[in-house]
Structures are given as C-alpha cells and as structure tokens.
C-alpha cells in the first residue's frame, strides 16, 4: 500500500473513531454541552498535518454531521471548510502558541460554531433571525469551555497516535 | 518530485517546500456551494429526499454506538450477587402468596373483562393505521432534535410529515424516508406545529416547539382566551394530519405582557424518549 493511501486511511480511521464517539447519547443537558470531539480531531489534523486534509474529507464527514444532527445540509462541511481552511492558513502561528493561547482560539471557534448553527436558516421564528435564547447562550459557553478544555487531550492522544502510525 | 508538492520562488527560481493549504479558489467555490445547499435546503427542504436512505447507508454506526452500552448493561447483570439473588427470592415467595389470593378474584374480574373486551372491540382504533418501528438514533441536538426508527413498510404507507407516538403521546412526525429507516422530528423541534385541543376549556391552539431544554409554546393565542395552567393539550386532529385525541404536552405557564398582542404560553410537552424502543407511525 503506498504511504499517501496508508496516511489518508489512518487518519480517516482517527476521525471515524471520534464520530462514533461523538454519536454516543447522554443525558440531555450533557448532551448539550459535551465536545466535539470530531471537530477537534478536525482541527488537530489540519495543523498536524495541513497538507493530507483535503476538500473530500471535509464535504463527507460534515455531511455526514448534518444527517447525524438533523441540520441543515451544508451546515457542517461550511463549518469543517471554514476551520480547514483557516487552520491551514495560519498552523504556522497556530503551533507555536502555548496551550492557554490554543485553548483560547478553541474556545472562540466554538463559539462562533454554536452561533452559526443557531441561525435561524427555516425562518421557523418570524421575530428573530436566531433559534437561541438566554439558556442557550449559556450552553454556548459551556460548550466551547470544555471543547477548550479537551483541546490538550485530544492534541497529546492524536499525536501519539501519528507518532506511532503515520510517520512523517 | 512532483510538481505540486513546492512551489516555485519567481525571483530566485528555487524550490518552496511550504506546505500549500486548500486554495483559495477551492475554499471559495466550496464556501459558495455550501451556503447554496443551506439556502436551498432551508427553503425548499430538499434533503428531506435523502436523509433516509442516508439513514439506511450509516445505520451499521448505530449499532456500534449500541454496544457498549449493551455491554455495560451485561456486566451490571453479572455482578449482581448470590445475596441479591437469595433476597429477591425470598421477595419473590412473599409475592406467590399475594398472588395466589389475586387469582381468586382475577376469575371474578375476567367475566366482567370479557364484557368490557366488546365493548373495546366495538371503539377499537384501527390497527391498520398504524406501523411499528424500532428506535435507531437519537439525536438531542438542542436546535433540531431528531430520532431515526427502522419500520418494516411493505406497502410504503409511511410518507412524510405523519405522526410518531410513543406510550405517552405524539412525539413527532416523519420528515425524510428511507428504505427501512425513517427521520423524525421530535416535538421540540422547531419546526414542529401540531394543531391541539385543551382538555379542559376545549380551546383550540397551535403548539410549537422550541428546542431541547426548552418549553413548547402556543402561538398566536389571544388575550382573551382562558387556557389554564395545567391543562392537558391533546391533537385535535384539525388539518386531518395528526390523529386526534393523542396527548402532545401540558400547560406550565401562562403570561400576558403588555407589549405583546398574544398571550405567551409555554407548554411542558412529552418527555424525550430516551429509555423507549418502540414507537408507533400513524400512516392514514
């Protein structure tokens, strides 16, 4: 097997392990703030290694998070493509960032996710151009707070896992 | 080397071996392809003709996700000791007696049953409205919860936009078929509306949901209308979409602001259902 094809199924495998663990169900106000543990991965991968992600895996694994969450199609491929794309832009001034500094841009990240995906696209709410509300606001927070939280787990495991499989 | 793993300096004409990101021209062209899908699909709701079979596609995930659950569960049991074995026995001789002297006035009940059962007969709701299907997914994403059920459907009676009870009430309607696997929006969702009736002051409304963790609401309810708090909503089968008389939700406050024409009226409607398999399709 060549290498490219070898990288491209180790790190397909990496990101459908954290889709599936993504998929588990808890309790609805944990589910509401638990990470994205896919989009993190996401992350990772594009400043790991910028130049292995590529637009096929963004269109199919943020079409597959639109059917899984029931939103809008195109949702999440625009969030994976926004977040790919800025990551690879900038992984050089990204890396050498201490872990407050990176879990401070995860922090923001997310937060600007949670926002795009309570825009109101169905216009379901005549009054407002958002779905969200104080509650929700609140659960943005949280939410973005753990994914910065988890950012330094999924950094040290994702790298030992390329350490040990992809060798670059 | 391949050419495009460097780029080429334009005053030195050396080798750059920067690693080149997704392109510009691609991110643009993506972003645009992206938002045309969202507008699209938020206007005209065209993935609705392929989220099921996309259902059908990834329904071997939702079996992985099952197992370790399944697993859990199977070591809880395993665990349970001989001493809660033992305890439950003895529980289980005291329950013996008891019912050794319910079976004597079960036989007493059964010849009134017996009546009963035709009378149930003669109001029985038609069965063949209604298909069976078995939970697949869950997904409490607090905007737009969805729940996946397989349904064998030989007939393709299911179409879309039909109810979806659970043993409380109407928990949602059909948005996206498959071949086996079916997408519902749960009555949280926000596009979810169900015409009601109040069980008390049989007072017509319209129920919309408003996410997970948040309350249902009554839209469009004048000032002068005297719901009250606690009241039970049940379909009122107005619209011919929903069955009627199936319980949506509750009553949990009412508020009239000044500032608003509408009286605001929240609504605590049927629990998630989280612990439940099996779900019924009202296909008529």
Known sequence: ??????????????????????????PVYINEIKPSFIILCFIYWNIALPEKIKL????????????????LLGIHP??????????????YQF????????????????FSIKILLAIDFNNTNPNSLTLANKDYVISFIWYSLLNSLSWPLIFFSLRAYRRRWIKT | MRADDHKVSKITSEAIFAVRPISSTKFIIAFLVCIFLILIDGRYQTSKYVRGFAHDIISPLYLIVDVPSSILQKMIELRKSNQDLKKELEEYKKRLNKLTLITSQIEDLTKRNQELQLLWESTKIDEGAYLLGQKRHLSLNPMKPILVIEVEDPNSLIQTN????????????????????????????????????S????????????????KGSLINIKKTASFESGEKLYSSGLGELFPENHLVGTISSIKESPDNDYLTIEVDLLDLPKGQEYFLVFTK
């Open chain 1, 1 to 26: 097997m060549s290498k490219p094809l070898r990288d491209n199924l180790f790190i397909s495998l990496s990101l459908i392990i954290f889709f599936i663990i993504d998929l588990f169900s808890f």
């Open chain 1, 56 to 71: 096929p895996f963004v269109l199919v694994f943020g079409f597959l998070l639109d059917l899984i969450n029931g939103t």
């Open chain 1, 78 to 91: 625009l969030i994976l493509l926004i977040i790919s794309y800025f990551s690879q832009r900038y992984f």
């Open chain 1, 95 to 110: 890396r050498p960032f201490t872990f407050i500094q990176q879990c401070l841009v995860i922090f923001l990240v997310f």
């Open chain 2, 162 to 197: 039909q109810a979806v009870l659970s043993k409380q009430g109407i928990i949602g309607k059909t948005t996206s078929l498959g071949i086996n696997n079916i997408e519902v929006a749960l009555s949280y969702h926000p596009e979810f509306l169900i015409p009601i009736i």
């Open chain 2, 199 to 214: 069980s008390k002051n049989r007072l017509h409304g319209i129920l919309k949901g408003q996410g997970i963790g948040r």
